[in-house]
């Protein structure tokens, strides 16, 4: 087989190849045999139908087949021993000439191929970029301080509704009654907790289920109904109050601390305060890192200013998705495509200029963050090591999140890298002029 590029405008190039049939000849025969020892043929038995018949019945499929593989092999070994840095995949051209599978036996094939643009940086302590770190607030402590009262906190009985109880009750409407019906005013603005203010136990309120309970699953759910036997009731009840409870925090005591920070880094009210402050900063640090890495890649698109084949790449787009996108919704996500393969091509070099890689332990201590993060999000801020391992073992299971896993990482990586190497200036703000700037 022969290669022979042909370097086109905009940044893309030909490559043709022919084949001749000594290339593909071992291929096509081995191909012929294996039908004629499976084809099914009336009148012959498995196995012997003629080698004519066969020919006749395949051989121009195999022949065209076989010869574009190799015309494919051969352009991707081509790209890869000559070092061609593509973008997009190899598509076949629209100067591909006819292709006579009856008659030849030498074909050409023409494939076309974009080529990626070389990355230039060069970057000194000249290059500066603002790193904005978030100085925390009472109103943030005071949140995450809540977060531990509620959760380990419990439910007391009072006499008087005051202002956001909890109440269970009866309620009423002709023969239909409902036990145990369950009211958080925590869930209703001052005007509708208004007629249950100053209310006792065996006190009764006129409601509207349709206000008191917002959704038709939560109506159906006390009602004891189908969501579709809600139309056309009746929603006035008479409510008559059985049980007023009311929120208490817990007492700053051995027993808390013990519940909240099984870990026993936490005995006293002076290191519960330290420990929201840190939990505090650490989610702030959160949205510091993410903001400077969306700075970052904006600043490195700025710098390089990445020229791309774009007639080739949409055209690609079109093909590979075989018609799943016209040709409009294209242009219309191209911008942030264009944006994000030059981001790939950014650090795909930064990558190789700092012989970064990306190890098995850090895609397990990424997994275990990512563990984390969801059972922190349900509350559980202290997981057992075994009950933190399976999950881990669960995402490294899932070859989706495992890519997710290796694209996060190697991102941080290459800002980090980066920003080693570039003057980064920190600056502190606080969290209503960072959202300001997010």
Same mark, same amino acid.
């Given at each position: 087989?022969?290669?022979?590029?042909?370097?086109?405008?905009?940044?893309?190039?030909?490559?043709?190849?022919?084949?001749?049939?000594?290339?593909?000849?071992?291929?096509?025969?081995?191909?012929?045999?294996?039908?004629?020892?499976?084809?099914?043929?009336?009148?012959?038995?498995?196995?012997?139908?003629?080698?004519?018949?066969?020919?006749?019945?395949?051989?121009?499929?195999?022949?065209?087949?076989?010869?574009?593989?190799?015309?494919?092999?051969?352009?991707?070994?081509?790209?890869?021993?000559?070092?061609?840095?593509?973008?997009?995949?190899?598509?076949?051209?629209?100067?591909?000439?006819?292709?006579?599978?009856?008659?030849?036996?030498?074909?050409?094939?023409?494939?076309?191929?974009?080529?990626?643009?070389?990355?230039?940086?060069?970057?000194?302590?000249?290059?500066?970029?603002?790193?904005?770190?978030?100085?925390?607030?009472?109103?943030?402590?005071?949140?995450?301080?809540?977060?531990?009262?509620?959760?380990?906190?419990?439910?007391?009985?009072?006499?008087?509704?005051?202002?956001?109880?909890?109440?269970?009750?009866?309620?009423?409407?002709?023969?239909?009654?409902?036990?145990?019906?369950?009211?958080?005013?925590?869930?209703?603005?001052?005007?509708?907790?208004?007629?249950?203010?100053?209310?006792?136990?065996?006190?009764?309120?006129?409601?509207?289920?349709?206000?008191?309970?917002?959704?038709?699953?939560?109506?159906?759910?006390?009602?004891?109904?189908?969501?579709?036997?809600?139309?056309?009731?009746?929603?006035?009840?008479?409510?008559?109050?059985?049980?007023?409870?009311?929120?208490?925090?817990?007492?700053?005591?051995?027993?808390?601390?013990?519940?909240?920070?099984?870990?026993?880094?936490?005995?006293?009210?002076?290191?519960?305060?330290?420990?929201?402050? #840190?939990?505090?900063?650490?989610?702030?640090?959160? @949205?510091? +890192? %993410?903001?400077?890495?969306? &700075? !970052?890649?904006?600043?490195? /698109?700025?710098?390089?200013?990445?020229?791309?084949?774009?007639?080739?790449?949409?055209?690609?787009?079109?093909?590979?998705? #075989?018609?799943?996108?016209?040709?409009?919704?294209? @242009?219309? +996500? %191209?911008?942030?495509?264009? &944006? !994000?393969?030059?981001?790939? /091509?950014?650090?795909?070099?930064?990558?190789?200029?700092?012989?970064?890689?990306?190890?098995?332990?850090?895609?397990?201590? #990424?997994?275990?963050?990512?563990?984390?993060?969801?059972?922190?999000?349900?509350?559980?801020?202290?997981?057992?090591?075994?009950?933190?391992?399976?999950?881990?073992?669960?995402?490294?299971?899932?070859?989706?999140?495992?890519?997710?896993?290796?694209?996060?990482?190697?991102?941080?990586?290459?800002?980090?890298?980066?920003?080693?190497?570039?003057?980064?200036?920190?600056?502190?703000?606080?969290?209503?002029?960072?959202?300001?700037?997010?």
């Amino acid at each position: 087989m022969n290669v022979v590029r042909e370097n086109l405008e905009n940044q893309t190039a030909l490559l043709r190849i022919a084949v001749g049939e000594a290339d593909y000849k071992e291929q096509v025969d081995k191909q012929l045999k294996d039908y004629k020892r499976k084809a099914n043929v009336p009148g012959f038995r498995p196995g012997m139908v003629p080698m004519g018949i066969i020919n006749k019945m395949y051989r121009k499929s195999v022949v065209a087949d076989s010869a574009y593989r190799k015309a494919t092999d051969a352009a991707f070994d081509y790209i890869k021993e000559n070092g061609i840095e593509t973008v997009g995949d190899l598509m076949p051209s629209e100067k591909q000439g006819e292709l006579d599978f009856d008659n030849g036996t030498d074909f050409e094939f023409v494939f076309e191929i974009g080529l990626a643009p070389e990355v230039e940086l060069a970057l000194t302590k000249k290059n500066s970029l603002t790193k904005y770190v978030i100085e925390p607030n009472d109103d943030m402590r005071k949140g995450f301080r809540s977060n531990y009262m509620r959760r380990f906190g419990k439910l007391a009985d009072v006499d008087v509704v005051a202002d956001d109880e909890a109440l269970t009750g009866t309620l009423t409407q002709g023969e239909t009654t409902v036990e145990d019906a369950y009211v958080g005013l925590i869930s209703m603005d001052e005007e509708a907790r208004k007629p249950f203010i100053g209310k006792k136990v065996g006190d009764t309120i006129e409601v509207d289920v349709n206000e008191i309970y917002k959704t038709p699953s939560q109506r159906a759910s006390i009602l004891g109904v189908k969501e579709a036997e809600l139309e056309g009731m009746d929603p006035k009840y008479t409510f008559t109050i059985t049980q007023i409870r009311k929120f208490a925090e817990p007492e700053m005591n051995e027993e808390f601390f013990k519940l909240a920070f099984p870990a026993g880094d936490v005995t006293t009210p002076e290191q519960f305060d330290a420990k929201i402050d #840190e939990q505090v900063r650490g989610e702030l640090a959160k @949205e510091t +890192e %993410f903001k400077f890495t969306a &700075d !970052m890649r904006k600043y490195l /698109l700025e710098k390089t200013n990445l020229s791309l084949p774009e007639e080739f790449l949409k055209n690609w787009l079109y093909r590979v998705n #075989e018609g799943k996108f016209s040709m409009e919704e294209i @242009e219309k +996500e %191209f911008p942030q495509f264009l &944006d !994000m393969l030059r981001w790939d /091509l950014i650090r795909r070099k930064v990558m190789k200029a700092n012989n970064l890689e990306i190890t098995q332990d850090d895609v397990k201590a #990424e997994a275990k963050e990512v563990a984390m993060m969801q059972f922190q999000y349900y509350g559980m801020h202290t997981v057992a090591d075994d009950m933190l391992e399976n999950f881990v073992n669960s995402i490294l299971g899932n070859k989706e999140e495992v890519r997710k896993i290796y694209d996060k990482v190697g991102e941080r990586k290459v800002i980090d890298a980066v920003a080693a190497q570039i003057k980064v200036n920190e600056k502190t703000v606080s969290p209503e002029e960072f959202q300001k700037l997010a």
